[in-house]
């Protein structure tokens, strides 16, 4: 076992006690840690759903006036060539007790229609407008889908590391305190115990000469 290769000592108690109380420090921190991380992700997680059900209303209807316009128009595909490719999207991080979450953004710019409007329709504008907010909400439930996906890995880890220290490391520290202290309190006792006996040892002696 472990608490008996640790020989009893009061510098091993000492230095046994010191490892046990920043063992417990350290779950305390891990257990808040983990709150903190739990309650960002559970945030987040009510924001994807509210993402969800948005985002597939506007592909429903960015497709369905897609439809209507190659219905109209016949085939569109000039008209979606000339659209610009987007290249302003930027991606940051910020930081949630350490772990690194991303923020990402999109120039807030006024929509610019890069097609001549004598050859469209309504439904070609309707289609292109609709993408472009299905473009901005899928950037957002990107960024929120991924931060989940981090804060849960770190959540484990957390959880991992805590169950450590609380189910192996702190019980073990625990022992081997209860070990020393108890081989140093016996030792106490057999030598109060010797002591006692050379006293009396002693005062026999000393009696004995006053005897004499």
Do not use: W
């Not at 109209?72 to 610009?84: A, F, R």
């Not at 202290?181 to 115990?193: G, N, P």
């Amino acid at each position: 076992m472990a608490q008996q290769q640790v020989f009893p000592t009061k510098g091993n108690l000492i230095t046994t006690k010191k490892a046990l109380s920043l063992a417990k420090l350290g779950y305390d921190l891990l257990d808040r840690k983990r709150n903190i991380l739990i309650r960002e992700m559970m945030s987040l997680i009510e924001q994807a759903k509210n993402l969800r059900g948005s985002i597939e209303d506007i592909y429903k209807e960015a497709y369905s006036a897609l439809q209507m316009a190659n219905v109209t128009m016949g085939l569109i595909s000039p008209y979606c060539e000339s659209v610009p490719i987007e290249n302003s999207v930027k991606i940051k991080t910020r930081s949630v007790m350490g772990v690194e979450l991303p923020r990402v953004s999109i120039d807030d710019e006024p929509l610019h229609i890069s097609y001549g409007f004598n050859p469209t329709n309504s439904q070609l504008d309707k289609a292109y407008i609709s993408f472009d907010k299905a473009k901005k909400i899928t950037i957002s439930l990107a960024e929120v889908e991924n931060s989940i996906y981090r804060l849960a890995n770190a959540i484990k880890k957390t959880q991992r590391r805590a169950n450590a220290l609380k189910n192996i490391i702190i019980p073990r520290h625990e022992g081997i305190v209860k070990f020393i202290s108890t081989a140093l309190e016996e030792k106490e006792r057999e030598e109060f115990s010797r002591m006692k006996v050379i006293k009396k040892q002693k005062m026999q002696k000393l009696l004995k000469q006053q005897k004499e």
